[in-house]
């Protein structure tokens, strides 16, 4: 089985404007974020205790609370992100912060209600973000049944979850979703192609997440002068790819080794190709800024 990165539960948890210890830390079982999985969540990483990326992680995020109309003030959260980097005393060391904000608590009902206070939760992980360039993986590939709006990047992650669950159950690093055909993104990552010498990865819109990394790949292709296209492809295209990586927060970018479909191969390499390995360093060498 391919790698699964670990996780325990963080000692400390910042909750509704106190740190608590977290197994201090509870909700009203009428918050709608367990109710309805009613929230929003972002991760921002930091890399020897700098954070990377910060603005433009909560950037998507206020765009996720308006779409949703849940009336949160981001900036609030900055003094807060560095005191959960703080507490669990991660100094230089690799990691993530967590945000979650639900609506709040109110009576069960299927519409928004009014003047409810969100729930803020925040918390502090070390993650293992080196190395990734010596990594190499095998994806599956599967239908995207998820809803219509992967834009946004809300708490109800069970179609993500369940279909992540498969490739990991299976022995392999991620779920690649498609529509029809064509191929969308990966249950919790980005994925670009490469072919003759030219990259291509889905559009924003809907149907995928705009992710954080993602965009800056795509900004270190321009600087590389490697061209970019912002165009999806279709499954029946992989015949014609040379090159496969995922992109993400903590995935960063990993080249891809195979791709899977319904027990047959659509791709396959033996090691990453040369402009994910340019990528790759020129990732490293933007995190180290």
């Known amino acids: 089985m391919d790698y699964v990165m670990k996780k325990t539960f963080p ?107 969100p729930t803020i939760l925040v918390y502090a992980f070390p993650v293992a973000l ?28 069970i179609a993500n979850v369940a279909m992540n669950d498969e490739a990991i159950k299976n022995g392999f ?17 980005s994925i670009f192609f490469v072919v003759n010498n030219e990259v291509y990865t889905h559009p924003e819109g809907h149907y995928i997440l705009p992710g954080i990394t993602r965009k800056a790949v795509i900004d270190l292709c321009k600087k590389l002068d490697v061209v970019i296209h912002e165009d999806p492809l279709k499954i029946d295209q992989l015949s014609e790819v040379d090159e496969v990586f995922l992109t993400g927060t903590t995935t960063q970018i990993l080249g891809v080794k195979s791709m899977i479909m319904n027990g047959e191969v659509c791709f396959k390499k033996q090691e990453a190709g040369e402009i994910t390995k340019r990528l790759q360093h020129a990732f490293i060498a933007l995190t180290a800024q």
């Open 11 to 117: 000692e400390v948890v910042y909750l509704n404007g106190e740190w608590l210890r977290q197994e201090h830390a509870t909700i009203s079982v009428f918050d709608r974020g367990f109710i309805f999985g009613d929230g929003l969540y972002e991760v921002i990483p930091f890399y020897s205790g700098k954070f990377f990326l910060k603005d433009a992680h909560l950037n998507r995020l206020r765009y996720g609370l308006n779409q949703v109309h849940i009336d949160f003030d981001v900036s609030r959260l900055e003094p807060v992100l560095e005191e959960a980097v703080t507490k669990v005393k991660l100094g230089e060391q690799d990691g993530a912060v967590y945000i979650q904000i639900t609506r709040g608590v109110a009576p069960r009902t299927h519409y928004y209600p009014e003047n409810v206070t």
């Open 173 to 189: 690093h991620e779920t690649i979703l498609h529509r029809q055909g064509v191929i969308t993104e990966g249950s919790h990552s």
């Open 130 to 157: 080196k190395g990734f360039d010596k990594r190499f993986v095998d994806v599956l590939i599967t239908e995207d049944y998820r809803w219509h709006r992967c834009d946004i990047k809300a708490t109800s992650l």
